[in-house]
C-alpha cells in the first residue's frame, strides 16, 4: 500500500513535466528552445531567481511575526524550515491542503501546542489572502479588458477564484463576528449529506463535525488577534504584501530577460495575479494543465509564440519545482533534527475555547464534544 502511494505522490510530481511535454509537441511554434534559453539576459534571469527567494523569505518573516506575538518566537533557521516544508507538501496535494497540516505536526514536535500552530498559521493565511484579493481587485479594474480580450475562460475563471478568494475573507470576518451562525451553516450542511447519504460512517461525521467547530476557533483566534495587536496585523499585511509581489514579479523578469519591454512591470504583474487568481481552485498538485493553459493564454499577448513555451518553461521550473527541491531539503534537514522541549506557546490574547475543547478531546473524535456548544454559545 505504502509503494502504491508513492507512486501515486510521484506521478502527481511528474504531472507538470507530462503537459510541458506534451505543449511542447503540439505547439508548432516551439523551436529551438535551448537557443533561446541561452539568449535570455543573464540579469534579469537572476532577477527572477531572487525574486522567488525573495518569495520565501517573505513568507518566513510572515511566520516569525505571527510566531513572536502569539509568545512562541522561531530562530530564522527554525521558521524557514516550517516554511519550505509547508510548501514542499502543498505542492504535493490537490488544493495545496498538505502544506498546513504538516506544518502544524513540525512545529508541534517542537513543543509548540497543536492551538498556537494553527493561530499561526491562520495568521499567514488571512495575510496572503486578503492581500491577493487586493491584488485581484486591481487587476480587474485595470486589465479587464485584456482578460476579456485573451480568453472568455479565462476570464469565467477569474470570476470562480476570485469568489473562492473573497468569499474565505468573509467566512473569516464571519467566524469572528458570527461564530455560532457560521457553525450551525456549516452543521447543517453536514446533516443534510448525511441525510442524503452522501456521508455514511458516522465516525467520519463525529470528526467532521470536531473539525468544523475547531476552524471556526482558529479563524476567530486570528482575527482576534489581528484587531488586538494591530502592530503585528501591519508586519503581518506588510510580509505578505512583498511575498505576493515578489512571486507576480517573477514573470515581469521573465518577459524582459527574454528582450520584451513594451509593457510595464506593474502591468504584468496584475496579470499575473489575475493568472494565480483564476487557477487557485484547480484540485491538482501545483494547479497542473490549468497553470499552464492559463499562462499561454493570458501571456500570448506579451510574448511572441517562439519565447512563450521558453517563458513557460522557466516560470514553472522557479514557482513550481524549486518549492519541491528547496522543501525536500527542508524535509531531510528537519527529519535529521531532534524535537526540542517545550516554550511557552500560549497566544498573547489566550486561546480560544473552541481550539482548547477541540485539543482535548483529539483523542476522543467519536464524541460529541462540548466544542459545538461553546461555539454556539459565542454567538
Known amino acids: 500500500m505504502r509503494k502504491k502511494a508513492n507512486w501515486k505522490k510521484l506521478l502527481l510530481v511528474l504531472l507538470p513535466l507530462v503537459i510541458l511535454g506534451v505543449m511542447a509537441i503540439v505547439d508548432p511554434n516551439v523551436k529551438d528552445i535551448g537557443q533561446i534559453l541561452t539568449q535570455i539576459d543573464s540579469c534579469w534571469f537572476w532577477a527572477a531567481i531572487g525574486s522567488m527567494l525573495l518569495f520565501y523569505f517573505f513568507d518566513t518573516c510572515m511566520y516569525m511575526v505571527a510566531a513572536r506575538y502569539m509568545r512562541a518566537p522561531q530562530s530564522f533557521g527554525n521558521a524557514l524550515l516550517t516554511t519550505m516544508l509547508g510548501f514542499f507538501y502543498s505542492a504535493l496535494t490537490p488544493f495545496s491542503f498538505g502544506g498546513q497540516p504538516m506544518q502544524v505536526l513540525q512545529m508541534r514536535q517542537r513543543g509548540i501546542t497543536v492551538g498556537c500552530a494553527t493561530s499561526m498559521l491562520v495568521l499567514k493565511f488571512l495575510g496572503w489572502q486578503l492581500v491577493i484579493t487586493l491584488f485581484g481587485v486591481a487587476g480587474f479594474v485595470f486589465l479587464r479588458n485584456d482578460i476579456l480580450q485573451s480568453h472568455v475562460s479565462v476570464f469565467v475563471m477569474f470570476a470562480l477564484g476570485f469568489v473562492f478568494y473573497a468569499l474565505t475573507v468573509i467566512v473569516s470576518l464571519l467566524a469572528f463576528l458570527k461564530p455560532g451562525g457560521l457553525f450551525k451553516i456549516g452543521d447543517s450542511v ?26 471556526i476557533g482558529d479563524y476567530r483566534d486570528g482575527v482576534q488577534f489581528l484587531l488586538k495587536n494591530p502592530t503585528g496585523m501591519f508586519f503581518v499585511f506588510l510580509f505578505a504584501a512583498l511575498e505576493a509581489l515578489a512571486y507576480m514579479s517573477i514573470t515581469y523578469f521573465l518577459y524582459r530577460g527574454l528582450g520584451f519591454h513594451t509593457r510595464s512591470m506593474a502591468h504584468v504583474v496584475l496579470l499575473q495575479s489575475l493568472l494565480y487568481i483564476s487557477t487557485s481552485f484547480v484540485p491538482l498538485p501545483g494547479a497542473s494543465f490549468a497553470s499552464e493553459g492559463g499562462f499561454y493564454l493570458v501571456f500570448s499577448q506579451l510574448f511572441t509564440p517562439a519565447a512563450r513555451f521558453p517563458a513557460l518553461l522557466i516560470w514553472r521550473a522557479l514557482t513550481y519545482y524549486s518549492a519541491l527541491l528547496l522543501g525536500l531539503v527542508a524535509v531531510i534537514v528537519d527529519g535529521m533534527r531532534n524535537p526540542v522541549t517545550a516554550v511557552n506557546t500560549e497566544p498573547s490574547s489566550g486561546r480560544h475555547d473552541a481550539v482548547a475543547a477541540a485539543e482535548d478531546t483529539a483523542a476522543q473524535p467519536f464524541a460529541r464534544t462540548k466544542t459545538v456548544e461553546d461555539i454556539q454559545k459565542k454567538s
Open 190 to 215: 453536514l446533516h443534510f449529506l448525511e441525510k442524503i447519504r452522501f456521508l455514511k460512517n458516522k465516525e467520519r461525521i463525529l470528526r467532521l463535525h470536531t473539525i468544523w467547530a475547531r476552524t
